[in-house]
């Protein structure tokens, strides 16, 4: 089994955890969600793989969900699986899945989890924050 990865690009966390991904080796299957959508059982599936609640997967900043009225605690995970479908953006991302499980990777290092091996150091995020050090260990 490869490594999956439901990519943003736009998305800065999504764009650290996709380079943390090819940095210990692997050209993972990336899947441009916001392109290709979401299915309800691709969702349902992933969510229990990760062990999240769709409340838990929600995008709460820097989507529709406040004006589509998903911040309301009363809104059902069968609505907000409707909403998700609906507009992909409301998933938060990146979504890895790997042999070693399927984790809502954020924040970005969380990754690292998910990897064989740690990539070599030193590593950064994109903002210069230092993940891995020049010995190769995490510091994150």
Partial sequence: ???VIHHNPDCGTS???LAL?????TEPVVIPYLDTGWTRPQLLAL???AGLTPREALRTTKSPAESLGLLDPSVSNDALIDAMIAHPVLVNR???CSP???RLCRPSETV???LDALPPG????????LLIDEQGTRIA
């Fill in 94 to 96: 990146p979504i890895v």
């Fill in 15 to 17: 764009r650290n955890v």
């Fill in 112 to 114: 690292l989890d998910l």
């Fill in 47 to 49: 969510f229990a793989a």
């Fill in 1 to 3: 089994m490869s490594i």
């Fill in 122 to 129: 030193p590593l950064c995020k994109e903002d210069g924050t």
């Fill in 21 to 25: 991904i090819r940095a210990g080796g």
């Fill in 100 to 102: 070693k499980g399927v």
